[in-house]
């Protein structure tokens, strides 16, 4: 079910893009965790790119705050919820995208849990960014201070057992007791998804996944 309705997004989108005259095209892409955010962005980076659309991500997750701040700020056991972000970094780098030719970006890497600054370079001839992330449609401040930057916003929908499943999944994957692993699924991501579900704008497209 989602390759046909991905097929139609995406002919959607490109049909947008052709008729806007602006300089870049921002596609907000937004979703609970372990909905699938980063292989459907890729997938659309991709399939933009071989459609002659020259496409980059600008990922939420690079704009985390470091655990020493989260220690400090004693949110180190929330991470991952809307509080433990730069929003206001993360508006700045959208408005830059919007105005500048080139800029370098951030990016989380899940290897060393971190985000890394001046990782990757999006450049002058970039004509659309997707913008990713779980909170970007939030519908409060400071992240509603987003929207006014999208062309085209899409919400990746996921029933509650799946993403579960998929939470429990990724923890494991990092060796950690079941303990852990439950406090970190049932305290933390899973409510956070049923908040992204819940409290984000109505996009323009959902994806079932």
């Given at each position: 079910m989602l390759d046909l309705i991905y097929d139609q997004l995406l002919i959607s989108?490109?049909?947008?893009?052709d008729n806007d005259d602006k300089n870049r095209y921002f596609i907000a892409l937004s979703g609970p965790p372990a909905s699938g955010k980063s292989t459907i962005s890729e997938k659309l980076a991709n399939d933009l790119r071989a459609n002659e659309y020259n496409s980059s991500i600008l990922q939420m997750d690079g704009f985390h705050y470091d655990d020493l701040i989260l220690k400090e700020k004693k949110l180190l056991f929330k991470k991952g919820a809307p509080e433990t972000f730069d929003v206001m970094g993360l508006i700045n780098f959208v408005s830059r995208l919007q105005k500048e030719d080139e800029v370098i970006i951030p990016i989380f890497d899940r290897s060393l849990e971190l985000s890394r600054s001046s990782?990757?370079?999006?450049?002058?001839?970039?004509?659309?960014?997707?913008?990713?992330?779980?909170?970007?449609?939030?519908?409060?401040?400071?992240?509603?201070?987003?929207?006014?930057?999208?062309?085209?916003?899409?919400?990746?929908?996921?029933?509650?057992?799946?993403?579960?499943?998929?939470?429990?999944?990724?923890?494991?994957?990092?060796?950690?007791?079941?303990?852990?692993i439950d406090e970190k699924v049932y305290k933390n991501d899973l409510p956070n998804g049923v908040n992204v579900l819940k409290n984000s704008i109505k996009a323009d497209y959902i994806l079932e996944n």
């Amino acid at each position: 079910m989602l390759d046909l309705i991905y097929d139609q997004l995406l002919i959607s989108i490109t049909e947008r893009i052709d008729n806007d005259d602006k300089n870049r095209y921002f596609i907000a892409l937004s979703g609970p965790p372990a909905s699938g955010k980063s292989t459907i962005s890729e997938k659309l980076a991709n399939d933009l790119r071989a459609n002659e659309y020259n496409s980059s991500i600008l990922q939420m997750d690079g704009f985390h705050y470091d655990d020493l701040i989260l220690k400090e700020k004693k949110l180190l056991f929330k991470k991952g919820a809307p509080e433990t972000f730069d929003v206001m970094g993360l508006i700045n780098f959208v408005s830059r995208l919007q105005k500048e030719d080139e800029v370098i970006i951030p990016i989380f890497d899940r290897s060393l849990e971190l985000s890394r600054s001046s990782a990757v370079i999006i450049s002058k001839n970039t004509k659309v960014i997707i913008v990713e992330g779980n909170y970007i449609l939030l519908n409060s401040y400071p992240w509603c201070e987003l929207h006014k930057f999208f062309n085209t916003t899409v919400m990746i929908n996921c029933e509650k057992k799946i993403l579960e499943k998929r939470l429990i999944e990724r923890w494991e994957n990092f060796n950690l007791p079941k303990e852990e692993i439950d406090e970190k699924v049932y305290k933390n991501d899973l409510p956070n998804g049923v908040n992204v579900l819940k409290n984000s704008i109505k996009a323009d497209y959902i994806l079932e996944n």
